[in-house]
């Protein structure tokens, strides 16, 4: 077994992505346990959420599924129609995360996480 941990930088163009799966492919028989990082930028965007205003969250958002669509564009349209439903997912659950009781920390916390989900 072998892991592979790949940073938002690695995960944020096609041609990018594509070594991602060589890299996957020439490692198979090891049975690589892939994890890869929120793509370039949606780290960043997604800790601003807890000090932002709801109407300012929709601006958040947006710039993320932007940063999304742009990379799934460089695919098929079935792609897109088959990851943007999830990325919009995300953003509702994590809607209910910022408007929880949490502590910031905890709510930081549970916030970010979804950049690697995303991803």
């Given at each position: 077994?072998?892991?592979?941990?790949?940073?938002?930088?690695?995960?944020?163009t096609r041609e990018r992505l594509e070594i991602i799966c060589r890299i996957v492919t020439e490692e198979k028989e090891r049975q690589p346990?892939?994890?890869?990082?929120?793509?370039?930028?949606v780290t960043d965007l997604?800790?601003?959420l807890p000090s932002i205003?709801?109407?300012e969250r929709k601006?958040?958002?947006s710039q993320i599924q932007q940063l999304h669509s742009?990379?799934?564009?460089?695919?098929d349209d079935s792609l897109q129609q088959q990851v943007?439903?999830?990325?919009?997912?995300c953003e509702r659950e994590m809607t209910k995360i910022l408007s929880s009781k949490k502590k910031s920390s905890e709510l930081a916390d549970a916030v970010v996480s979804y950049g690697e989900i995303m991803s």
């Amino acid at each position: 077994m072998i892991i592979l941990k790949f940073g938002g930088t690695s995960v944020s163009t096609r041609e990018r992505l594509e070594i991602i799966c060589r890299i996957v492919t020439e490692e198979k028989e090891r049975q690589p346990i892939l994890v890869v990082s929120a793509i370039r930028g949606v780290t960043d965007l997604l800790l601003s959420l807890p000090s932002i205003s709801h109407n300012e969250r929709k601006n958040i958002f947006s710039q993320i599924q932007q940063l999304h669509s742009k990379l799934l564009a460089t695919y098929d349209d079935s792609l897109q129609q088959q990851v943007l439903p999830f990325i919009e997912q995300c953003e509702r659950e994590m809607t209910k995360i910022l408007s929880s009781k949490k502590k910031s920390s905890e709510l930081a916390d549970a916030v970010v996480s979804y950049g690697e989900i995303m991803s």
